[in-house]
């Protein structure tokens, strides 16, 4: 079966604590693996997709890598302003299929 | 333009009422889609539509009605609804369905169902 599972499921840092969220998956047929940073009440905001493993993509604090079952999501000295949910999902399945799976998120924290 | 928008941002509604969310986006996305979200939970798909034709209904009760008029609006009208249909209901768009798939979303609607 198709799963997706992201831990830890909340976390706490310091402001400056470097962390990595984990999202792991077991699809058959990856065709892509998306990160979103969700902050309360609001709309998921899209931050990477990786297409592949051994890619990897960065954007100001954040850097989201791939292997063949898991991706991180890297930050580096972190701010409060970082403090939200971040999810991931995974698109899985052959042509003229769809199947979307988000995993549950990690929340973060970060304390000034 | 990475911009879908949704209309209200909050709705109050008693379980005998009918009511619209609506939702829009410009950036010539042909795939459209409906989630709804529970507190502290991941987005659940409702229905997915591409190129303004339904695709898939992740069997979702009749009392919540899609509505693809063109290419650029969606609509979800609601009737009926009971009391655990709160929840926070999202749009999102994709350039289509044969491609991996980046999601763009709107900032949800706030459904309250007294």
């Known amino acids: 079966e198709d799963q997706v599972t992201q831990s830890p499921e909340a976390l706490r840092l310091q402001e400056g604590e470097s962390s990595s969220l984990n999202c792991s998956y077991t699809?058959?047929?990856?065709?892509?693996l998306f990160w979103y940073r969700q902050d309360p009440g609001k709309g998921p905001e899209f931050l990477f997709t990786?297409?592949?493993a051994g890619e990897e993509k960065e954007k100001e604090r954040l850097k989201a890598t791939l292997t063949k079952k898991e991706s991180f999501l890297h930050i580096t000295a972190p701010k409060p302003e970082d403090s939200a949910t971040y999810l991931c999902?995974?698109?899985?399945?052959?042509?003229?299929?769809?199947?979307?799976?988000f995993g549950t998120g990690t929340r973060l924290k970060v304390l000034a | 333009d990475t911009e879908v928008t949704q209309t209200p941002k909050h709705l109050v509604m008693g379980m005998t009422n009918k009511k619209s969310l609506k939702c829009e986006q410009h950036?010539?996305?042909?795939?459209m889609y409906w989630y709804k979200q529970k507190a502290k939970k991941p987005p659940e798909l409702m229905f997915v539509?591409?190129?303004?034709?339904?695709?898939i209904n992740e069997s979702v009760p009749s009392r919540f009605s899609p509505e693809c008029p063109n290419s650029s609006l969606l609509n979800l009208h609601l009737h009926a609804l009971q009391p655990e249909d709160s929840a926070l209901y999202l749009c999102?768009?994709?350039?289509?369905?044969?491609?991996?798939?980046?999601?763009?979303f709107g900032p949800g609607t706030r459904l309250t169902v007294l």
């Open positions: 999102a768009s994709s350039q289509d369905l044969g491609r991996p798939i980046t999601q763009y």
């Open positions: 699809v058959s047929g990856l065709r892509g």
């Open positions: 990786l297409y592949s």
């Open positions: 999902a995974v698109q899985a399945g052959g042509s003229g299929t769809y199947k979307y799976i």
């Open positions: 950036m010539g996305h042909r795939a």
């Open positions: 539509y591409s190129y303004e034709k339904l695709s």
